[in-house]
Nanobody
């Protein structure tokens, strides 16, 4: 069983920055692939960024060059640094983990970018 707790969301003006954190419970973090997803009102949940156990990353085209995903295997935490935020980045952001014991999701954190 893995519990994921996101934090760091909030309201920011366009062009601003936020850093999301996701703290994972248990001992599987270093053996888990981690990802951030988001879901805007009326839209499907989409992958924003992912990081493998070895640290390889990939990003949605819409956030490349603006967002950075990183992990700290000592703190069991994955981060999403979001810069140059745009109103279209407004969504609930979810942390997800994937390992041999299954897939888990956090409860989500709201990010709102005002124009």
């Amino acid at each position: 069983q893995v519990q994921l707790v996101e934090s760091g969301g909030g309201l920011v003006q366009a062009g601003g920055s936020l850093r999301l954190s996701c703290a994972a419970s248990g001992s599987m973090f270093s053996r888990s692939a981690m990802a951030w997803y988001r879901q805007a009102p009326g839209k499907q949940r989409e992958l924003v960024a992912a990081i493998t156990r070895s640290g390889n990353t990939n990003y949605a085209d819409s956030v490349k060059g603006r967002f950075t995903i990183a992990r700290d295997n000592v703190k069991n935490t994955v981060y999403l640094q979001m810069n140059t935020l745009k109103p279209e980045d407004t969504a609930v952001y979810y942390c997800a983990s994937q390992s041999i014991i299954g897939d888990y999701w956090g409860q989500g954190t709201q990010v709102t970018v005002s124009s």
